[in-house]
T-cell receptor, first 113, second 111 residues
Framework: DAGITQSPRHKVTETGTPVTLRCHQT?????MYWYRQDPGHGLRLIHY???????DKGEVSDGYSVSRSKTEDFLLTLESATSSQTSVYFC????????????FGPGTRLLVL | GESVGLHLPTLSVQEGDNSIINCAYS??????FIWYKQESGKGPQFIID?????DKRQGQRVTVLLNKTVKHLSLQIAATQPGDSAVYFC??????????FGPGTRLSVLP
């Protein structure tokens, strides 16, 4: 998984609780991404980061926030989890050049009850 | 992006046969494409990529073909093996770091 770890790998939580997912990379890549994957859908971008403290929204950012205080770590926070946020979350990384390949982590399976 | 549905299209092939998985993309200006393999419970794994200045690119047992006229991409897997069973999806680069991912095709290899 290209030097990418995600934690936790599985989480069950209740509606209304805050949840933070962590992505850690050892590749020193500039770009980091959070995607969600739902049945029948392609991966959808939530947020991405182009450097420490530099982040931007993706296609499905509502209800999510992110932070990147170090090159190697990118956190995704669900401030108040909802059942519609039940999904599998993938972190990805890529280098500096335009149109670089994105490499994915192993994923976090989140169930919101 | 591609149309969505609850059930992925499935391709079943006999072990040892060749597999062809197809993908239609949306933007004629897109010029970089990737194929990923995703096994159950795992993250997507890079297989092969192709840029629009090429029609064909070969890897180990895999070939990607790009037809820009009809905006179509295909992945060919030679001598399909049980370990090839997975979901395969294409990614279309929309510029910079912006990719659109297809929902995928499930490849099932029959003994």
């Amino acid at each position: 998984d290209a030097g990418i770890t995600q934690s936790p790998r599985h989480k069950v939580t209740e509606t209304g609780t805050p949840v933070t997912l962590r992505c850690h990379q050892t590749e020193n890549h500039r770009y980091m991404y959070w995607y969600r994957q739902d049945p029948g859908h392609g991966l959808r971008l939530i947020h991405y980061s182009y450097g420490v403290k530099d982040t931007d929204k993706g296609e499905v950012s509502d209800g999510y926030s992110v932070s990147r205080s170090k090159t190697e770590d990118f956190l995704l926070t669900l401030e108040s989890a909802t059942s519609s946020q039940t999904s599998v979350y993938f972190c990805a990384i890529s280098g500096d050049r335009s149109q670089e390949t994105q490499y994915f982590g192993p994923g976090t399976r989140l169930l919101v009850l | 992006g591609e149309s969505v549905g609850l059930h992925l299209p499935t391709l079943s092939v006999q072990e040892g046969d060749n597999s062809i998985i197809n993908c239609a993309y949306s933007n004629s200006a897109s010029d970089y494409f990737i194929w990923y393999k995703q096994e159950s419970g795992k993250g997507p794994q890079f297989i092969i990529d192709i840029r629009s200045n090429m029609d064909k690119r070969q890897g180990q047992r895999v070939t990607v073909l790009l037809n820009k006229t009809v905006k179509h991409l295909s992945l060919q897997i030679a001598a399909t093996q049980p370990g090839d069973s997975a979901v395969y999806f294409c990614a279309e680069n929309k510029g910079g770091q912006n990719f659109v991912f297809g929902p995928g095709t499930r490849l099932s290899v029959l003994p």
